[in-house]
């Protein structure tokens, strides 16, 4: 018996309510509304409304870290991966793993067993909730479930499910951009590979064309270096030709110069006889020309006219000097004309701009002679205005004094009445 109450203190009981399915015992026959009745006047009907009324899905801690883990935050995630090994473990039938997971102390009388496991699983059912944003009013950690409230269950399951949306939405998105990668790289390849096919079939041909290019340029060069061997060979024929009836010419010139050179030197020498003679006669003249009177005159005549001519040429460097002079005169008095119309024309502009100030000014004059009425219009009025103030405050102080005679003859009037009062309540009490 000590036995049994310690093993009920030990552990949590529960008690199992049984009812009959029908009233004829028969096995597997489920009468309803007998079922129902019994179960309505056990209370159990009233304890399943109440319980949805308040905190209707009851879920253990396990079973809901199981399926809402993954919208665990990231630090808390490593914590629930232990605890679920530890579950296992725990559940598991293996001896040394039951060693492990048991607790060192003994537990005492009339306290429950709570494992490091469930305190983890807990706590980690609490984080979840807070990170889900449940109200705390709606729910209710126990010691190895949970009790929410109507509607928290769907919120969880809506949050799960958004959460997956993203996840699949970002896994499809990753394998897409993998297989468009992957697609993308294929093309690439092919088209690398299309290309480089294509630009080896166009080296190809343009090295069958420059090679075909060569051969004609070898042997267009082949064919010029034979003309020009020839015409270098003909060249060099039409040379030695030419050098020889150069020689034959040459020699030609040099006899041909030597009687010329002959004939030259005769006719030098006769020349030289005649030049002689004719110096010896033009001297003679000379000499009978100066000494005749005519020549003499002439000779002044020379110098009169040289003379003349030096006057006259300085006469025309004087009048080319003169004419200088005067077109000089003549371009200066164009400038002084231009200046002296400037000078009208700027006369006149600022003839124009005088009449203008004058009459700007004119118009401040007037605008000005109008301001001063105005001021003094309004020193009037302004003096009109301190006067009346003036009197106004006269008049305001002579009304004060009047209040106050009119207040101080009311309060003596109201002493006279007040005493008149006492009198008459005096005369009364006699």
Known sequence: MHSLVRTLEETQAHFVRCIKPNDNRKPFTLYAPTALSQLRCSGVLEAVKVSQAGFPSRIPFSELLSRYALLLPSASRDVEARAGRASRARSSPHPIALKELSDDHEPQPGLVRVSSVQMEQQQLAMTLLKSLKVNPASYLVGRTMVFLASGVLAQCESSRSRFLDRCFATLQARHRARREERRFRLIRQGVCTVQRGARAHLARVKGKALLVQLKAKAEEDRRAKAEAEAEAEAEAEAEAEAEAHLQAQ???????EGQRRLQEEAA??????????????????????????????LKELKERALCAEAKVVKLEEQLEDALESCEDLKEENAQLEETTSDY????????EELEQLHSEHEKKAVALALAQSDLAQANEA???????????????????IELRRAIASKDYLVQQVAALDGASSSVRQL
């Open 250 to 256: 040459v020699e030609a010139v040099k006899r041909e």
């Open 268 to 297: 030098a020498a006769e020349e030289a006889a005649h030049a002689t003679e004719y110096r010896t006669v033009a001297k003679q003249i000379f000499e009978d020309l100066e000494s005749h009177p005519l020549v003499q005159e």
């Open 344 to 351: 009208e024309v700027q006369l006149q502009d600022y003839e």
């Open 382 to 400: 302004q003096i009109r205005l301190i006067q009346e103030v003036t009197a106004l405050r006269a008049s305001l102080a002579s009304r004060d």
